[in-house]
């Protein structure tokens, strides 16, 4: 089992700046991926950011030159640093993760392939 627990979001003015983080625990063998989605009530969840192993990136063009992702590797552990939040930029930020756990020999080979959300972290974009 491999669980995600992000921290980090509340409430913020336009503007202003928030960091939310992401900690993948459990029966991990490795990590190809992490990245934050989000969602509004009535939309498709939308991926924002995501950072592979290899320390390639990717931003919806929404969010580039305003948000960074930054992924600890040895921890499991991703950020994503938030500035200049708009009102738009308001949702339900999901960590995601994928990659393999570990066997039921043990973490020295890969076992089955996961793919998981957290539990989301609510962002408030407002005076």
């Known amino acids: 089992q491999v669980q995600l627990e992000e921290s980090g979001g509340g409430l913020v003015q336009p503007g202003g700046s928030l960091t939310l983080s992401c900690l993948a625990s459990?029966?991990?063998?490795?990590?190809?991926?992490m990245g934050w989605s989000r969602q509004v009530p009535g939309k498709e969840r939308e991926l924002v950011a995501r950072?592979?192993?290899?320390?390639?990136?990717y931003y919806d063009d929404s969010v580039k030159g305003r948000f960074t992702i930054s992924r600890l590797n040895a921890e499991n552990m991703v950020s994503l640093q938030m500035n200049t939040l708009k009102p738009e930029d308001a949702a339900v930020y999901y960590c995601?993760?994928?990659?393999?756990?570990?066997?039921?020999?043990?973490?020295?080979?890969?076992?089955?392939?996961?793919?998981?959300w957290g539990q989301g972290t609510r962002v408030t974009v407002s005076e």
């Open positions: 950072a592979d192993s290899g320390g390639g990136s």
């Open positions: 459990g029966s991990i063998f490795s990590i190809i991926a």
């Open positions: 995601t993760a994928h990659g393999y756990a570990c066997s039921d020999y043990g973490c020295a080979r890969p076992g089955p392939y996961f793919e998981n």
